[in-house]
T-cell receptor, first 113, second 113 residues
Framework: EAGVTQSPTHLIKTRGQQATLRCSPISGHTSVYWYQQALGLGLQFLLWYDEGEERNRGNFPPRFSGRQFPNYSSELNVNALELEDSALYLC????????????FGDGTRLSIL | GENVEQHPSTLSVQEGDSAVIKCTYSDSASNYFPWYKQELGKRPQLIIDIRSNVGEKKDQRIAVTLNKTAKHFSLHITETQPEDSAVYFCAASMIAAGNKLTFGGGTRVLVKP
C-alpha cells in the first residue's frame, strides 16, 4: 500500500513569492492534514481537510490556505512568502472518523531566500 | 486551546537500558494520544497510540501509559537498541478540536552502544 506522497521534495522561493505544495493521501483516507515543522519549534497544526471542506485551522495567517480535490489529494498554498515560512511542511492523512491515526508523508522543505 | 509539554528534551541511555518520556496535557477533553518517532531527515512515524478509555497499551518493547486524572501519559521503551535513537513526539487530540493534533516539543533519544 502506498503511503502519503508529497511533492516537491524541496522548494526554494524568495520573499513575496507564492508556493504550492501537494499531497496525495493513503488510498481510502479522506482526511488530509497539514503541519509545519520549523527548526526547533516542533510540529504545528496548519489545516485539516475532509470531503473537500476545510474542517479546522491552526493559528496561522490567512496567506496560508489550501484545498482538497475530489480524489482527496490536497494543495497547500502560501502567499506573500516571508523568511520565517522556511520549514518542513508535512502532510498527513487518516480515515474520516474521529481520532484516527494520522500517517505522515516525507514533507516538502520550503526555503525562503 | 490544548497545550502539551514533553520531558525531557534530550535523553541519553545505554544500550539495553529503558527509556521513559513523559507528556502532560492541559485539556481534560483530550481523548487520543499518539506517539511518533522521527529519524533524521525522515517522516514522523506512528509507533503507538492510546485512547482515553485505556490505561496502558503495549507493543513489543514499547508501552504507553495514560493517567487521565493527572493528565499525563508516558512512553516506555525497554531493552533499547541503537536503532531506537531518534526524536520522539507525543501528541494529543480531542473530537471537539476536529482531529487536530497538538504536539509536544519532542525528545531527542540517543542510545549509546
Amino acid at each position: 500500500e502506498a503511503g502519503v506522497t508529497q511533492s516537491p521534495t524541496h522548494l526554494i522561493k524568495t520573499r513575496g513569492q507564492q508556493a504550492t505544495l501537494r499531497c496525495s493521501p493513503i488510498s481510502g483516507h479522506t482526511s488530509v492534514y497539514w503541519y509545519q515543522q520549523a527548526l526547533g519549534l516542533g510540529l504545528q497544526f496548519l489545516l485539516w481537510y475532509d470531503e473537500g471542506e476545510e474542517r479546522n485551522r491552526g493559528n496561522f495567517p490567512p496567506r496560508f490556505s489550501g484545498r482538497q480535490f475530489p480524489n482527496y489529494s490536497s494543495e497547500l498554498n502560501v502567499n506573500a512568502l516571508e523568511l520565517e515560512d522556511s520549514a518542513l511542511y508535512l502532510c498527513a492523512s487518516s480515515l474520516d472518523r474521529a481520532n484516527q491515526p494520522q500517517h505522515f508523508g516525507d514533507g516538502t522543505r520550503l526555503s525562503i531566500l | 486551546g490544548e497545550n502539551v509539554e514533553q520531558h525531557p528534551s534530550t535523553l541519553s541511555v545505554q544500550e539495553g537500558d529503558s527509556a521513559v518520556i513523559k507528556c502532560t496535557y492541559s485539556d481534560s477533553a483530550s481523548n487520543y494520544f499518539p506517539w511518533y518517532k522521527q529519524e533524521l531527515g525522515k517522516r514522523p512515524q506512528l509507533i503507538i497510540d492510546i485512547r482515553s478509555n485505556v490505561g496502558e497499551k503495549k507493543d513489543q518493547r514499547i508501552a504507553v501509559t495514560l493517567n487521565k486524572t493527572a493528565k499525563h501519559f508516558s512512553l516506555h521503551i525497554t531493552e533499547t537498541q541503537p536503532e531506537d535513537s531518534a526524536v520522539y513526539f507525543c501528541a494529543a487530540s480531542m473530537i471537539a478540536a476536529g482531529n487536530k493534533l497538538t504536539f509536544g516539543g519532542g525528545t531527542r533519544v540517543l542510545v549509546k552502544p
